[in-house]
């Protein structure tokens, strides 16, 4: 059986600047019951969060990284949480995945931090698992009508690509339009702190 301590448990800086404005949005958009699959949890904070503050839901947290999937392993063994299920290694961008449904998906600042086949991936798994009625919401910056919202989120899209030249803030319309491809209807557009999104959508 393998063990985590408190060493494994990762932070990021941006959950705790972003995690109540995020659940003010998730209150009104998950179900009261149900399945949450968490796409790209990171460091697993997130996830820590909302199981918490929602009781009634079960949590399942997912990455593809092996030090992501130790830190969310930690944080899970430390908060005690029931309702908070053990990490899966998940691939968005792979043409299975190890969930057979669920009945919400949350992807926070997953899309402009991977490659398009990632966002590709993630729409066609949500067209897959979520149930009818169910709920995809995605956090982070976009581009809209051809143009970044803020000097910041063009500078922040700089700095991606200097990184990988695979990731970048996305248009947003691209992003809608490979969710109704996938039976996915954009429901909400929120406004956030920081330039970011809210983005709902709907099966």
Do not use: C
């Not at 998950?30 to 790209?40: N, R, S, W, Y």
């Not at 918490?52 to 839901?57: Q, T, V």
């Not at 949350?106 to 990632?118: C, E, K, Q, T």
């Amino acid at each position: 059986m393998t063990t985590f301590s408190s060493q494994d448990a990762q932070a990021s800086p941006s959950v705790a600047r972003n995690r109540d404005p995020i659940l003010a949005v998730l209150r009104r958009a998950l179900p009261p019951t149900g399945i949450v699959l968490e796409i790209a949890s990171g460091t697993g904070e997130h996830a820590v969060y909302f199981a918490s503050a929602f009781p009634g839901l079960t949590w399942q947290p997912s990455d593809q990284d092996e030090l992501a999937l130790r830190s969310i392993a930690a944080h899970r063994a430390i908060s005690g949480l029931a309702n908070l299920r053990p990490p899966i290694r998940l691939d968005a961008a792979a043409p299975e995945w190890p969930v057979g449904q669920a009945d919400a998906m949350v992807a926070i600042n997953m899309v402009h931090i991977s490659p398009w086949r990632s966002t590709q991936g993630l729409m066609a798994g949500a067209g897959r698992v979520l149930q009818p009625g169910g709920v995809l919401y995605l956090y982070g910056a976009y581009r809209e009508a051809g143009a970044h919202t803020a000097p910041s989120n063009a500078a922040f899209d700089r700095d991606l690509r200097r990184r990988n030249p695979e990731w970048g803030v996305r248009d947003l319309e691209e992003v809608v339009e490979l969710g109704q491809a996938n039976g996915l209807s954009l429901a909400e557009r929120i406004p956030m702190p920081a330039n970011n999104l809210s983005v709902i959508f709907r099966k």
